[in-house]
């Protein structure tokens, strides 16, 4: 059974940092592009980053971009999201998502961020 | 990049047909095959209903349906169930290498 398990959420101060992991298994994560999206309390879902198969390329939103950075260790099946400089905006439940043709056919759970003083 | 737009709420008794709008530009929905549909039930992972336009994954009811045409996409579903009842959003890819979704449409079965 294909599963994404996102951790690492919680609530940070603004200004702060959080990495966020996301586990695959059921799968071989070498063979797929992932995702990160975003929505925040009650409002629509958010594109925030990709990265291709051997990690050599990325993508941002540019909301993210200069703050956040996706990452991934095929050996250990996990996707990771270094969040830097964190805003009260960027309050979401975050999900990974495996990509099938520029879409995402698997997601995880979510994982909620909360940046709050 | 804005959100592509999507009808803020549709509804339909169950049986009929409703189709739900995803307009965008021609830098993203007018110009890839890249459009895809998703269901998200309240408090729940979205669920991907259609990819390439048209393309239904594995396990998903023939009662979705995804076109487009120009600058807008649209996703129909017919013979409408209860279970049909949640949040719709529209994706598509970018001529910036990004990804844009819609802003949302409420699914309610009367």
């Known amino acids: 059974e294909v599963q994404l398990v996102e951790s690492g959420g919680g609530l940070v101060q603004p200004g702060g940092s959080l990495r966020l992991s996301c586990a695959a298994s059921?799968?071989?994560?070498?063979?797929?592009?992932i995702h990160w999206v975003r929505q925040a309390p009650g409002k629509g879902l958010v594109w925030v980053s990709r990265i291709n198969r051997d990690g050599s390329y990325t993508n941002y939103a540019d909301s993210v971009k200069g703050r956040f950075t996706i990452s991934r260790d095929n050996a250990k099946n996990t996707v990771s999201l270094q969040m830097n400089s964190l805003r009260a905006e960027d309050t979401a439940v975050y999900f990974c998502a495996r990509d099938l043709t520029n879409s995402q056919d698997f997601w995880g759970q979510g994982i909620l961020v909360t940046v709050s003083s | 990049q804005s959100a592509l737009t999507q009808p803020a709420s549709v509804s339909g008794s169950p049986g009929q047909s409703i189709t739900i709008s995803c307009s965008g530009t021609?830098?993203?929905?007018?110009?890839?095959?890249?459009v895809s549909w998703y269901q998200q039930h309240p408090g729940k992972a979205p669920k991907l209903m259609i990819y390439?336009?048209?393309n239904r994954p594995s396990g998903v009811s023939n009662r979705f349906s995804g076109s487009k045409s120009g600058n807008t996409a649209s996703l129909t579903i017919s013979g409408l169930q209860a279970e049909d009842e949640a949040d719709y959003y529209c994706?598509?890819?970018?001529?910036?290498?990004?990804?844009?979704f819609g802003t949302g449409t409420k699914v309610t079965v009367l």
């Open positions: 059921g799968f071989t994560l070498t063979n797929f592009w």
């Open positions: 390439d336009v048209s």
């Open positions: 994706n598509s890819y970018t001529r910036s290498t990004t990804y844009v």
């Open positions: 021609n830098s993203d929905v007018g110009h890839y095959k890249y």
